[in-house]
């Protein structure tokens, strides 16, 4: 009988490990595939011949007259989410007023194997993002000359076309993550609030509209609003996505944080979610013993009871008599008055 429970003990731990196990490698299969780069490229400027449906409701199959097919994302059925319905506003170009700040990191999936993704346009930024002669420059500018067409980076659905300000003619696209991205200054608006838009599908054309000092492209992505260097996410001397899989960290949303990442940051922004657990817990312990330290160090003070001696009072604080004389310049056989404030610490 004992036997059988050590047997079904070992078998149960065994089964537990190796479910872990599995799950490491799933884990770091997922974090490689996160961390691949991806190509811009332009599919919709292939002619298609048919779209196929599929098992899977939220999948067709496109059908493309050089005989090269692609499975996609069935616009209708991403449509639906809520993220195209919640903080919806086709008026404001910020509809994020009541969001909760952002948490210290998190991840999204920018291009899945489903997903396509286009480079706005494959140049050195003329403008980087950050403060600019003080004021605020929450995207990044691309030379573009007045009348080139400009592409949506992601598949997503136009929340505002519209003319805004300083933006000019201002296209926004919010993707189905939650991610949006900003396309200002433009000479021509080709889509409509409401329109569904593929990566590389052409929303208008580049131009010098609003607060502009010559034509180029004004390109901002946001999060919930907030909004991060695009650098993070796309290399644009090369046009690549750096990632399909982004992982954020809070400093990001810092108006003042440009993109300056090395080779370490990378492996440090690609730690395993078990990694950042235990960084996580050994910070964690470490700011406990730094508050521990500092509450030691903190004076604390004892009002004088009726019925006290310096006996009672340094076992009531942990302390002895002597340290208690000490600390207030006073003798063991000094009289106690009620009331007195004695510093025990
Ligand atoms: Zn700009």
Same mark, same amino acid.
């Given at each position: 009988?004992?036997?059988?429970?050590?047997?079904?003990?070992?078998?149960?731990?065994?089964?537990?490990?190796?479910?872990?196990?599995?799950?490491?490698?799933?884990?770091?299969?997922?974090?490689?595939?996160?961390?691949?780069?991806?190509?811009?490229?332009?599919?919709?400027?292939?002619?298609?011949?048919?779209?196929?449906?599929?098992?899977?409701?939220?999948?067709?199959?496109?059908?493309?007259?050089?005989?090269?097919?692609?499975?996609?994302?069935?616009?209708?059925?991403?449509?639906?989410?809520?993220?195209?319905?919640?903080?919806?506003?086709?008026?404001?170009?910020?509809?994020?007023?009541?969001?909760?700040?952002?948490?210290?990191?998190?991840?999204?999936?920018?291009?899945?194997?489903?997903?396509?993704?286009?480079?706005?346009?494959?140049?050195?930024?003329?403008?980087?993002?950050?403060?600019?002669?003080?004021?605020?420059?929450?995207?990044?500018?691309?030379?573009?000359?007045?009348?080139?067409?400009?592409?949506?980076?992601?598949?997503?659905?136009? /929340?505002?076309?519209?003319?805004?300000?300083?933006?000019?003619?201002?296209?926004?696209?919010?993707?189905?993550?939650?991610?949006?991205?900003?396309?200002?200054?433009?000479?021509?608006?080709?889509?409509?609030?409401?329109?569904?838009?593929?990566?590389?599908?052409?929303?208008?054309?580049?131009?010098?509209?609003?607060?502009?000092?010559?034509?180029?492209?004004?390109?901002?992505?946001?999060?919930?609003? &907030?909004?991060?260097?695009?650098?993070?996410?796309?290399?644009?001397?090369?046009?690549?996505?750096?990632?399909?899989?982004?992982?954020?960290?809070?400093?990001?949303?810092?108006?003042?944080? /440009?993109?300056?990442?090395?080779?370490?940051?990378?492996?440090?922004? &690609?730690?395993?979610?078990?990694?950042?657990?235990?960084?996580?817990?050994?910070?964690?312990?470490?700011?406990?013993?730094?508050?521990?330290?500092?509450?030691?160090?903190?004076?604390?003070?004892?009002?004088?009871?009726?019925?006290?001696?310096?006996?009672?009072?340094?076992?009531?604080?942990?302390?002895?008599?002597?340290?208690?004389?000490?600390?207030?310049?006073?003798?063991?056989?000094?009289?106690?008055?009620?009331?007195?404030?004695?510093?025990?610490?």
């Amino acid at each position: 009988m004992k036997l059988k429970t050590i047997l079904t003990t070992c078998l149960f731990l065994s089964a537990a490990f190796a479910l872990r196990a599995q799950d490491n490698a799933t884990d770091s299969l997922r974090h490689s595939f996160g961390r691949m780069s991806v190509a811009s490229s332009r599919s919709t400027s292939t002619p298609y011949a048919d779209t196929l449906d599929t098992d899977n409701p939220g999948v067709k199959v496109v059908l493309f007259n050089n005989g090269t097919f692609r499975y996609i994302k069935d616009p209708k059925a991403v449509a639906d989410s809520k993220v195209f319905t919640e903080h919806w506003d086709t008026r404001s170009v910020n509809p994020y007023h009541d969001e909760k700040p952002l948490p210290d990191h998190f991840s999204l999936w920018i291009v899945d194997t489903l997903d396509s993704y286009c480079c706005p346009n494959k140049t050195t930024p003329s403008s980087k993002f950050g403060f600019r002669h003080g004021r605020r420059h929450q995207g990044i500018d691309l030379p573009y000359p007045t009348g080139t067409p400009v592409y949506a980076a992601f598949d997503g659905k136009v /929340r505002v076309s519209d003319y805004v300000g300083g933006y000019g003619n201002l296209v926004i696209i919010r993707h189905a993550n939650g991610l949006e991205t900003y396309y200002g200054h433009l000479s021509r608006r080709d889509v409509e609030p409401g329109d569904w838009v593929n990566a590389g599908d052409v929303i208008g054309l580049g131009g010098s509209t609003g607060r502009s000092s010559g034509p180029h492209l004004h390109f901002e992505t946001r999060y919930k609003g &907030y909004a991060f260097d695009p650098t993070w996410l796309i290399d644009f001397e090369t046009g690549t996505l750096r990632h399909r899989l982004l992982r954020f960290r809070s400093w990001y949303f810092n108006p003042n944080s /440009r993109y300056v990442q090395t080779m370490d940051d990378e492996d440090e922004i &690609y730690r395993s979610d078990e990694e950042e657990r235990l960084l996580a817990e050994e910070q964690a312990k470490k700011e406990a013993a730094a508050r521990a330290a500092a509450e030691r160090a903190a004076k604390k003070y004892y009002t004088v009871r009726s019925g006290d001696t310096l006996g009672k009072i340094a076992r009531k604080n942990g302390t002895t008599v002597r340290a208690l004389c000490r600390l207030n310049g006073i003798k063991e056989t000094t009289t106690l008055q009620i009331g007195r404030r004695l510093r025990v610490r």
